[in-house]
């Protein structure tokens, strides 16, 4: 039975049913070390309890039974860029200028939303350490989060729903948006606009989707998507280190007033719950002690290419464009702007080309303010911008969304933006995956489709067994007769 500071304070203070905690009592079942309470102007900080671990094993329990036990109607976890974890569960109506969650979707014109959980879970594999938060205001608890059956009946671990991908990958049916034939036109497209003469349009960023589905035989249930989202926070947190950043957004559509971007939607009665999940290589920025660090991440080959790539005019000239972008941008609010040499991004399954730039932030300026700054760098969408918008709207090639769009978090005196790339979507009985590629004026169809399929096998190679990768990545990257 996991008994500890944290699933005691989670089970007194954010069980269902339970009333709202005094902000100046502390519980019985904490020591006087691990409970503190503060106030800010608005939402405040009700009260937190810490832990520390003998070992991995028993830190990725605790995270496991949590989010198992998680009642509330959505779950966010994100990694920070110091390799920490942290789970946000509900929202509070106001916000704590300390601790905030924000997201964006990819859109010409970028609309961020931010929000500070009821509770967070902050985790460190590094340190052993688990910290608990409980945020709330003054119009409206929303720190109710968690059952209390399963918060002290660690069987949760044992028992319940469970998400089979493979059923999916293996054996379901694919659908790919759009097929190859459209995909080529649309390359075809995009680099007739950059090749001829009189146009500025440098370079233009499309995706396309593999859907995967089992004809309607199989739905996700909120518990089964959730045991899967344990499951990928356990392997992240015994692992410690990982090659890209982690994403997962939870919602119960069905109790949702709101998308998880934060924008109003409508649901029918057949919506049920949705997950959202990005194994990212790219930060948009990450701000420690007033200076701002950029990822340039653009430029990709196979991982048997690698080596060649930082000598590829093509692959460097498209990198250099998304630098500059940066770099331009961030000398108007920075002081003292770096950039450092391109180098190689080494990946298990591609390489990239990343430079790397940083400044001292001059003002005092909002995240949000940033990210609208920043995004949609060339790396996402083009360059200029407007034109890469009415190239791509012309041509049906302007996919908006959650993939490649933000989300971060402000926490600690430190924020961090990542790039919603990698990623798939779970919803209504079908697993959507997203891979995207940037269109020079060298660009060949056949070459991007292949790469926009090898970047799938991010979010593959976590979820189903590495010998069935390649399997799978066959019949993504398969051209249907007369395409």
Known sequence: MIRNAVINFLAENACAGKQTVDPDQKSDTLSEKNVNTARSENVSLRALAEDKFPCLEELADTLELIIRASACRETVVI?????????????????????????????????????????????????????????????????????????????????????????????????????????????????????????????????RRAVFSTGGIRRFSAGALKNFISRLVRERVLKVRDESYLYLGFADACHQETDMSGAEKEHSATDGPELFVSFTPEKLFSIRDGRIYCDALAGSVPVEQGDALIRDPKNLNENRIVADFIDDRLRTICDDVQQMPVKLKRLSYITHLLIEISGNIKNNISTEEIIRLLHPTPATLGYPREEAVRVLDGCGALLTGMYAGTAGMTYGGCSTALVMLRSALFRNGEITLYGGAGIMGESDPLSEWKETGLKMTAVLKRIIPEDDVARVLAKINMMKSGE
Do not use: W
């Open 79 to 207: 990694s920070g860029s110091d390799e920490s974890l942290y789970l946000a569960f509900g929202r509070c109506r106001g916000l704590h200028k300390d601790t905030m969650i924000f997201r964006s979707l990819f859109e010409p014109q970028v609309n961020s939303f931010s929000y500070t959980p009821g509770v967070l879970i902050a985790a460190d594999p590094a340190k052993l350490t688990l910290r608990a938060e409980i945020y709330a205001d003054s119009d409206a608890d929303e720190i109710r989060v968690f059952s209390r059956e399963k918060l002290t009946d660690d069987s949760s671990l044992k028992y319940g729903d469970n998400l089979e991908p493979e059923e999916f990958f293996l054996n379901g049916d694919l659908t790919q948006v759009p097929g190859y034939r459209e995909f080529a036109r649309r390359i075809g497209y995009i680099t007739g606009v950059i090749n001829s003469s009189g146009r500025t349009l440098k370079k233009a960023v499309t995706a």
